[in-house]
């Protein structure tokens, strides 16, 4: 049986179209995907990712045991409040999970991870942490929703007034905890705003604040748009235990300095980065009609194949865009093979649109 989050009945009475995700019944639109992308690039949307599992880790061990976990390293994080992006790989490279991590102190961080992945992490981070003193506490009492879009932050501080005061000169990829109100610069739009994390039995009154303040509903289905046109991955389609992130586009996640420092997953994929991997994860912009989608043969004249993993229309670009893996001697074009036919395409960095604007050369 599907788990509803605290706004199940909002998410009715808005006219959501409600879907199974990950397990849970989530909004996939309140009536039109192509108008809620739209609202959040040009105006202000809300979210609720309340799906997504919260994981609090504490105790006097907690930073060398997440620089054992992660591939990227939180020593980075000198501010409190600092965000990172982060892989968790198994050892052999592969990502169980992609996550955010934010330094809060020296003996508390909070970790969001994937909603379809929960089980999985929270195991292999148990087994992991055995020979560390730290607490794992999973927060299934907070919800989160998150604010997207150029007017979200103003129009959200107008809805909280002095309940977010704090977060008011935030800087990106910046949190802040405001008593109950846990809220952090960051999302998964390609545009300004705040992901919000507070008690579950409050946000039912701060999703009608949100709305009385002009920001509009938005479902997982125009979130999954907005996040493939800032090239942003998604996990189980752009890579998953079977990739790493060398080959994923998330080279830039990994911290290899110091070089003493022995994340899981270090040796293989040292050993891939010395030797060059196989493939690499581009952007396609399709130059034909026709519709990119998950799957679709890439062909590359003379050097090979690869396969799209994420595919859609773009409402911003009005066009075809996808992420695809493809050989790593892959240049700038190729083939889409759609219904059997090839179609060209113009092989781009993996992203796309960001706070609006194309980044399309």
Same mark, same amino acid.
Request: aromatic share 8%.
């Given at each position: ?11 009715? #009475? #808005? ?8 397990g ?45 976990? =992660? ?15 982060? +892989? ?11 996550l955010? &991590? ?20 929270? $195991? ?29 932050? /103003?129009?959200a501080h107008?809805?909280?007034g002095n309940?977010? =005061?704090?977060?008011?000169?935030? $800087? ?5 905890? +405001? ?9 998964? $739009? ?5 992901? &919000? ?12 604040? =949100? ?22 991955n ?10 790493? %992130?060398?080959?994923?586009?998330? #080279? ?11 994340? &899981? ?9 010395d ?8 952007? =396609?912009?399709?130059? /034909? ?5 998950n ?20 409402? $911003?670009?009005?066009? #075809? ?12 074009? +190729?083939?889409? /093979? ?6 060209s395409?113009?092989?781009?960095? %993996? ?11």
């Amino acid at each position: 049986m599907a788990k509803n989050t605290s706004l199940y009945e909002k998410h009715l #009475a #808005a006219g959501g179209k409600m879907v199974d995700f990950a397990g849970w019944e989530m909004p996939i639109h309140y009536g039109s995907q192509l108008e809620e992308h739209h609202q959040v690039r040009r105006d202000a949307g809300i979210f609720d990712v309340s799906h997504m599992t919260i994981i609090d880790l504490s105790g006097r061990e907690v930073r060398g045991f997440l620089q054992k976990l =992660l591939a990227n390293d939180v020593n980075r994080l000198k501010k409190k409040g600092k965000a990172l992006y982060s +892989c968790m790989l198994n050892e052999k490279a592969g990502v169980i999970d992609d996550l955010i &991590i934010y330094y809060m102190h020296d003996d508390w961080y909070r970790m969001i991870v994937n909603a379809a992945t929960r089980n999985k992490d929270l $195991t292999w981070i148990e087994k992991q942490a055995q020979n560390f003193e730290i607490n794992i506490d999973e927060r299934p009492d907070l919800a989160m929703l998150a604010v997207q879009g150029p007017n979200a932050r /103003e129009k959200a501080h107008k809805a909280l007034g002095n309940k977010i =005061l704090a977060a008011q000169d935030l $800087t990106p990829f910046f949190a802040v905890d +405001c008593g109950e109100i846990f809220v952090g610069r960051t999302g998964y $739009t390609g545009e300004d705003g705040y992901e &919000i994390v507070l008690p579950s039995q409050q946000v039912p009154q701060l999703w009608d604040d =949100l709305l009385t303040a002009g920001i509009e509903p938005i479902g997982l289905g125009a979130r999954d748009t907005l996040r493939l046109e800032a090239g942003m991955n998604l996990y189980g389609q752009d890579m998953d235990e079977s990739t790493n %992130p060398l080959e994923s586009g998330l #080279a830039w996640t990994i911290a290899w300095q110091p070089e003493d420092r022995d994340f &899981i997953g270090r040796g293989v994929l040292q050993k891939l980065r010395d030797s060059g991997p196989n493939n690499k994860l581009v952007g =396609l912009v399709l130059q /034909e009609r026709g519709v990119l989608r998950n799957h679709q043969k890439v062909i590359v004249d003379g050097v090979g194949e690869g396969e799209i993993t994420s595919g859609s229309f773009s409402p $911003t670009l009005k066009c #075809a865009i996808a992420l695809a893996r493809v050989p790593a001697q892959t240049e700038d074009q +190729c083939h889409v /093979e759609i219904r059997g036919e090839k179609r060209s395409a113009k092989v781009v960095k %993996p992203s796309f649109v960001r706070f609006g604007q194309s980044c399309i050369d």
